[in-house]
């Protein structure tokens, strides 16, 4: 049995070559929040545990020309406090919705979504909103549509030698509208048995509907052609052809379904005001 | 053979500490088992229960789910750091009058969520304080002596809804 | 009596409080020894199997590991009523979760390596996963040793070759005649989930094997004297040689009210030389291994008259009772004799059959059976009233218990008994239910939208226990005339020490701060407690705290009618001081007497003072193996609950908008404790209405074994508005005339959410947990079956 080594690099580069040389055997740590738990429970074991907090500009976040640039190391609560655009309306309240407070202080909006665990709360407003994950390893930086980068349960198109360094949310129009919606099995902390979020954006006539917890990869799907005459029959037939829910300890098809179609309507309903 | 230990120098309830960890070791079981602070509680070890809440640089985190080494540098503020000068503080004190503690294991990690409310929010709402222990699980006390005892220390200003509580049994939770 | 030192009835601080709140309460977690290793377990994968073959070599080789043990190494079997446990699985094992291995090492992280470099080849054999099919003619034996098993006879029945542990039977009267002569019958089924306790702290235990077969034994447990007298019989030892420490508990709601983890750690212990060995359950071990609350399918069939009098019962209770009877085979006893609920039932038979299956077993757990009974009889008497056309508070009203009435077992009602009438009144009030019931009736469709219902339920339940059961007392006085109180009833949160205090100081009449109730348990030190279970330790611990504080009294008495020449029956005790009753001013302070008097010339007399008292149950039989008739209770207490919900139609989210639950307490002893106590155990009730249950695959695995997927209620999850109201009639012999309340709060908690959901939506609920998924699809069958055309399910008549 060996106990992991612990690396706290202070740049991105000391980060990518501590990948590059124990490629496979070392894991990322930001958060921790869900690291820690496979950890304790044995289900991973890696060698190099490379702490990610020591880069400062993995701790900004900020909004500049590209959009809202969230760091690896920026917790979810950070976001619930210094961010308060109605624009991101959908991305706030499925922060706030995650977990709980204590949780949020350790866990990051980027390893919400570089875990990629189906019922990550932060995906569904992310693909909505169209943004991305920026990643940097030997061969270069790269940025892919969050959409895109999740590819399975638990699996991205990260390659082992590569950190996954900010989410970007490209600049939203003004007057952006955006919602989400979450069920769980408690009114306190919970994964999402389903999840839902919606945005409507002005300017570029967008309409986007984004669902959780029912596909291993993300389910975005465009209504744009609705977008004048929004049809929230037609919306949801698009959806429920896009998702696979599976029956769980959590909850069944049909009630992931069904639920999945009562959100949406309720966000249909937010939505016209 | 002894794996090789990671220095760790920290700040615990006001007191620097400066020890070893393995890497692997939790801010829990160093708290538990180095520094011999075993006030704060593992109830789950997966950051779901709250036993395990501790105040560091000024936020409450599950310290289940961090390592000793990332809070290297950090102040850190457990339950028994709480009380000053031999006086249980006010939200302590409030606990007590209020009948706020049963078994006690949830407590010391309640304790901590609730006094960095305060410290944040000083005139929380009953929703503000539900929210801010929702990640600390009782079995005992179904909450209502907890919320009770926090809505006593917030400052004595009414909140900001200004919906009305009575004070005798049947308390009101206004929310929404 | 002065009624300067009255605590009874009154909130003084809990003093436990204080170091919890500071973080200096020691639980067993945070204890340590010198020398003391660590112990993890593995545990089996299979609901069912044979054990091939076990090979430990590995595993010992891991540095730092000092003991593997297996169970072909330990030939006891153990349990509280049936010896049909293993310490570790040999040969077979007969659940999911049941540990297989123990290791002992230097630290845990090694226990835990070493657990998983043992090597275990299984055969799966064929499981049996739930009470129906347990019982199929051919089904697989969970035991089929079951007949060689020593259990405690004439109490216990079980059935050689079958799955059942026991089966209770109560047969009042002539069921058959009764429905015959019923102007409408009824028969409905109900189902109830095991679920779990969870308590905050897991089972906890630190053992230490000393030579000559002693051994000291810390543990996290509701009961010393059972760990004590349960590791004397195993290991064959004198009691002498055990001691049994128990510090502070991090909750138990009857999950540690047996043995549990203490074998185990003290045979490693033993086989590390003595080293003490500390175990400590993760929580999913807490979910998985440590025992659960019985699942239950309740049949019943009611025969009433036109009016809603009862007239016959016959209830089946079928006890999902896991791999080991452990307390299911109480539990089966004591839920049947309450079976018909809190009801006048001239005609009632009851078949309680506790079974075992091959899921992880049920132990005691609040309300002993009673939540899981109450489920089906207070829902079934909704339907009943509904069917009629009665209100369900008239209907509960006409057939309540009153004086002169018999219970099933045959006891006769009395004045003292207590007023299930007036509890179902206080509640029913404070929801404003019955001017709601008056004014509406549920829908004969399903309503969309969010709607509202409200819904009453109640409820009762005696102590269950052993015709022997007692508890005896010691009360020490200091030399400032302060006190310990010893006594080794446990509060693990419930706060019996803090009303026994205030009984104590009253006794004495002395300032409650100066009683220590000592919190810490030992064996050797403390006399001797039967259980803290079954809410009868403020019961009996009150009475024998004041037969002990009396007995300090005598004892003063004298010295003091020395020292004051004045007859005894002179003397007053007044604010820690004795004076004459005619002469005020000839009084001796208790400081003067309570180590004994000294004159002036240097004699000394009387000496320490130590009160003892003791209280046995009074006047409880054995109940009739044929029929159940007897005397089971030493008192009964009742109460109710009266809900109002709001429900989401559209997702099934049920909110508790208001519920208000009333005991008859015979005397609150301490009022913050009793309205605490009611919260919590209300809390615990939601959670086992809509959130809470196990859920096991196919192959009866458990699926929900952490936090992630087993919920309970979070501060979120409140209730809007909780009330407690109680009513005061007074139990005879109970210390100031109380009784127990400790798990009363839970029952009934889930049939009054129930009953509100068919005022709310005209929908039949027969399943716990109710979950928003439940809910919901109940709802939509119903749309569905309208849109049909069909007929809402009426209620099953016969």
């Known amino acids: ?76 609560n950070r976001i619930l406090e210094e961010q308060d655009r109605p624009e991101l309306a959908a991305l706030v309240q499925a922060v706030g919705e995650l977990a709980s407070y204590p949780i949020r202080n350790r866990a990051t909006l980027v390893g919400n979504v570089t875990n990629a665990s189906p019922c990550a709360d932060t995906v569904p407003p992310l693909c909505a909103m169209g943004a991305s994950v920026e990643l940097q390893g030997p061969r270069g930086s790269r940025r892919i549509p969050v959409v895109e980068y999740i590819t399975g349960n638990r699996e991205t198109r990260r390659a082992a030698d590569e950190v996954a360094t900010q989410v970007t949310v490209p600049p939203l129009s003004r007057g952006t509208w955006s919602g989400f919606r979450k069920r769980k099995r408690v009114r306190g902390h919970d994964l999402a048995l389903a999840s839902v979020a919606l945005l409507r954006d002005p300017e570029r006539r967008r309409l986007r509907l984004a669902v959780g917890s029912c596909t291993p990869q993300p389910c975005l799907v465009e209504l744009d052609d609705m977008y004048d005459r929004p049809d929230v029959d037609e919306a949801n037939r698009r959806v429920q052809d896009g998702i696979h829910p599976i029956d769980d300890v959590r909850a069944s098809i049909e009630y992931r379904r069904d639920m999945v179609e009562v959100m949406i309507r309720r966000l249909f309903v937010e939505m016209r005001g | 053979m002894r794996e090789k230990e990671l220095p760790i120098k920290l700040v615990v309830n006001g007191v620097p500490w400066e020890g070893t960890a393995p890497a692997e070791m939790t801010l829990l079981r160093l708290l538990r088992e180095r520094i011999a602070l075993t006030g704060t509680k593992e109830g789950c070890g997966i950051g779901e229960c709250g036993a395990c809440t501790v105040i560091v640089d000024g936020r409450p985190v599950p310290s289940c789910l961090m390592l000793a080494v990332e809070a290297d540098g950090c102040q850190v503020r457990t339950v028994e750091g709480e009380v000053r000068d031999g006086e249980l503080s006010p939200l302590q004190q409030a606990f007590v009058e209020h009948h706020a503690v049963q078994c006690g294991y949830c407590t010391p990690g309640m304790l901590m969520s609730a006094q960095a409310l305060l410290e944040r929010n000083p005139h929380p709402s009953d929703e503000e304080i539900l929210e801010a222990i929702a990640g600390n699980l009782c079995r005992c006390t179904g909450y209502a002596a907890i919320v009770a005892a926090i809505r006593a220390c917030a400052d004595g200003a009414p909140p900001p809804t200004g919906a009305q509580r009575p004070e005798t049994n049947g308390e009101e939770v206004s929310r929404d | 009596m002065t009624s300067k030192h009255s605590y009874v009835g009154g909130n003084h601080p809990r003093p436990d409080a204080f170091d919890k709140v500071t973080g200096e309460a020691v ?44 169970g072909d190494a330990l030939d006891h079997q153990l349990g509280l009523y049936m010896a049909d446990k293993r310490i570790l699985a040999r040969g077979v094992v007969r659940y999911q979760g049941e540990p297989v291995v123990a290791v002992a090492a230097e630290t845990e992280a090694i226990a835990a390596e070493a657990c998983d470099l043992v090597e275990v080849e299984y055969e799966p054999l064929p499981a049996v996963l739930d009470p129906e099919a347990a019982l199929l003619e051919g089904a697989p034996l969970v035991h089929p040793d079951l007949h060689t098993y020593s259990h405690m006879k004439g109490v216990f029945f079980p059935v050689p070759h079958s799955n059942i542990a026991h089966h209770q039977k109560i047969r009042k009267g002539d069921v058959e005649r009764g429905f015959a002569a019923s102007a409408r019958v009824f028969e409905e089924s109900f189902q109830n989930p095991p679920v779990q306790h969870v308590p905050m702290e897991t089972h906890a235990v630190i053992a230490r094997a000393l030579t000559r077969g002693r051994m000291d034994v810390i543990t996290s447990a509701q009961s010393p004297f059972t760990v004590r007298n349960i590791l004397a019989h195993t290991f064959k030892v004198p009691h002498n040689n055990v001691r049994v420490r128990i510090p502070t508990v991090g909750g138990g709601f009857g999950g540690k009210a047996g043995i549990h983890l203490e074998p185990l750690a003290y045979v490693l212990s033993r086989e590390a030389g003595g080293r003490p060995v500390k175990l400590v359950a993760t929580r999913e071990e807490e979910f998985n291994t440590l025992p659960s609350r019985q699942g239950l399918r309740t049949r019943i069939k009611t025969g009433v008259t036109a009016e809603g009098k009862l007239v016959a019962i016959r209830v089946q209770y079928l006890w999902d009772a896991g791999a080991h009877a452990d307390y299911g085979v109480n539990i089966g006893r004591a839920a049947a004799t309450a079976g018909a609920g809190p009801y006048s039932v001239p005609n009632c038979h009851v078949d309680s059959l506790v079974v075992y299956t091959n899921k992880v077993f049920g132990t005691a757990f609040r309300g002993f ?22 209100s369900p508070f008239a209907l509960r009203h006409q057939n309540f218990l009153r004086p002169g009435d018999t219970t099933i077992t045959g006891e006769v009602f009395t004045e003292g008994h207590g007023r299930p009438d007036l509890c179902l009144q206080q509640v029913a009030e404070a929801v404003g239910y019955d001017r709601h019931s008056r004014e509406h009736t549920p829908p004969a469709r399903v309503p969309s939208g969010r709607v509202r219902g409200r819904g009453i339920a109640a409820l009762h339940k005696a102590p269950a226990m052993p015709v022997f059961t007692a508890c005896s007392c010691i009360i020490k006085f200091n030399e400032d005339a302060s006190v310990n109180v010893l006594i080794s009833g446990t509060d693990y949160g419930q706060g019996t020490y803090t009303a026994l205090a205030g009984v104590a100081a009253q006794e004495l009449s002395i300032p409650v701060e100066k009683v220590l109730v000592t919190f810490d348990q030992d064996t050797a030190t403390q006399p001797y407690d039967w259980q803290t279970v079954a809410s009868r330790f403020s019961f009996m611990g009150g009475n024998a705290v004041i037969a002990a504080a009396r007995d300090c009294l005598d004892q003063m008495r004298q010295t003091a009618a020395a020292v004051l020449h004045a007859p005894p029956d002179d003397l007053v005790f007044e604010d820690e001081a004795i004076h004459v009753r005619q002469n005020p001013h000839q009084r001796l302070d208790y400081r003067e007497v309570v180590m004994g008097y000294t004159f002036a010339n240097g004699n000394s007399i009387g000496g320490p003072v130590n009160g003892r008292g003791r209280y046995i149950a009074q006047g409880l039989t054995h109940l009739d193996p044929a029929t159940g008739q007897g005397k089971a209770a030493i008192n009964w207490t009742y109460g109710a609950h009266a809900v109002e919900i709001e429900v989401d139609t559209e997702t099934g989210d049920v909110d508790v908008l208001n519920i208000a639950s009333s005991f008859d307490a015979g005397r609150v002893l301490h009022e913050g404790m009793c309205r605490t106590q009611v919260e919590g155990g209300v809390l615990q009730g939601i959670g086992s209405s809509l959130i809470e249950a196990f859920k096991f695959d196919e192959r009866g695995r458990l699926l929900n074994s952490s936090f992630v997927d087993y919920k309970i209620p979070t501060a979120l999850d409140m209730p809007r508005r909780m009330s407690q109201h109680f009513v005061e009639t007074p139990q005879l012999d109970g210390p100031h005339g109380a009784r127990g309340i400790g798990e009363h709060p839970m029952i009934s908690v889930p049939s009054a959410i129930g009953n509100a959901l068919y005022d709310a939506l005209g929908i039949q609920l027969h399943e716990l947990p109710l979950t928003p998924e439940r809910v919901y699809l109940a709802i939509k069958r119903a749309r569905a079956r309208e849109g049909s055309g069909a007929a809402a399910e009426p209620p099953k008549e016969a």
Do not use: C, F
């Not at chain 1, 080594?5 to 580069?13: G, L, V």
């Not at chain 1, 070392?26 to 496979?38: S, W």
């Open chain 1, 1 to 76: 049995m060996t106990a992991p080594q612990y690396e706290r690099p202070n740049t991105i580069d000391g980060v990518v070559s501590l990948l590059a040389e124990n490629s496979g055997d070392a894991a990322l740590l930001a958060g921790g929040t869900d690291l820690l738990a496979q950890m304790r429970s044995r289900l991973v074991r890696p060698g190099l545990l490379v702490d990610v907090k020591g880069v400062e500009e993995l701790r900004r976040l900020e909004q500049t020309d590209a959009g809202l640039s969230i760091g690896a190391a920026v917790i979810l």
């Open chain 3, 27 to 70: 639980y067993v977690p945070d204890m340590g020894l010198p020398g003391m290793l660590h112990a993890r377990m593995r545990i089996s994968p299979h609901a069912a199997a044979r054990i091939l073959r076990v090979d430990t070599e590995r595993a010992r080789a891991l540095p730092g590991v000092r003991v593997v043990l297996t």
């Open chain 3, 369 to 390: 059976g009673h939540l899981e009974v109450m489920w089906g009889v207070e829902r079934n008497m909704d339907i009943i009233a509904h069917a009629l056309g009665i």
